[in-house]
């Protein structure tokens, strides 16, 4: 059937996991969330920002879901359909390919671009992980702390309300003027934020990066994924931070050996 990914050749270029050389500043970034929208005007000028960054910091990981490709690909069963809209977003964003395709620049996968595992052709590493060995860092996009957004759930599951949705979002949101889309990226942001308070989701991944300290035996863990901008110092001086979101601006984690810190950077208009 066509949804079996067996038959998918894979990416060459996704490592599972990888390893920075960092001496100075490393500048971690999340959630991108860049897709095949009408906004293009913003999204080029958060990749422009960026790209900015990658020259004043000696490295820049972009921590996960830097591309949209949840939505797309009709049917979510068929890998294959989403791993053609990495390229297809790319074609659309050149600035992007650019970026990383840079070596101070370090790409990890989250759940809303996982399918980059089966995209070909791409002319930059993936990876699932990274670690900074003189900043005892691991870094990952974190959505494995929970078994229904893990890499293995996401490969088989299905939301065919949603892609109506969506669909009806990326065919017709070209109506709308950007200060009308920035709003609903607020307002999805606000209502996310109360979500994760209410159900304490959050926690739940604080708690994921606690265990990945423990279990790695690492000082820092900084993960992306939940849109939580936060550094969390434990009693035993082990930190985790999350690196938020790059929706409506840009949100970041600065690391060097000695602080971890959160950033943030305003885009032009």
Known sequence: ????????????????????????????????????????KFYNRLIHKIYEQSF?????????DV?????????????????????????NYPELENLLKKNNVHYIAGNHDFSVRWALDLPF???ESLYIPKFDTHIEHGNNGDP?????RLMRSGGFRNHIMDWLWDNFSGMLSTGM?????????FMARIVFAATGMNQRYVNYGFNLLDSL?????????????????????????????SLDGIQGIEITKDTVKRVRFKISK
């Open 67 to 91: 591309f949209e490709t949840w939505k797309y690909g009709f049917i979510r069963w068929s890998i294959k359909s989403r791993a053609k809209k990495i390229n297809l977003i790319l074609k």
């Open 148 to 152: 229904r957004y893990s890499n293995k």
């Open 1 to 40: 059937m066509f949804f079996r990914m067996k038959k998918s050749k894979k990416n060459t270029n996704f490592i599972p996991h990888g390893i920075i050389n960092a001496n100075d500043r490393v500048l971690v970034v999340s959630d991108l969330h860049i897709g095949l929208t009408a906004n293009k």
């Open 181 to 189: 889309i920035i709003s609903k990226i607020k307002f999805e942001l």
């Open 125 to 127: 590493k993936t990876y």
């Open 56 to 64: 004043i910091y000696e490295h820049v990981v972009l921590n996960g």
């Open 217 to 245: 035996n690492v000082s820092r863990v900084i993960l992306g994924h939940t849109h939580m901008h936060e550094v969390i110092e434990r009693g035993d001086g082990k930190i985790y931070a999350n690196s938020g979101h």
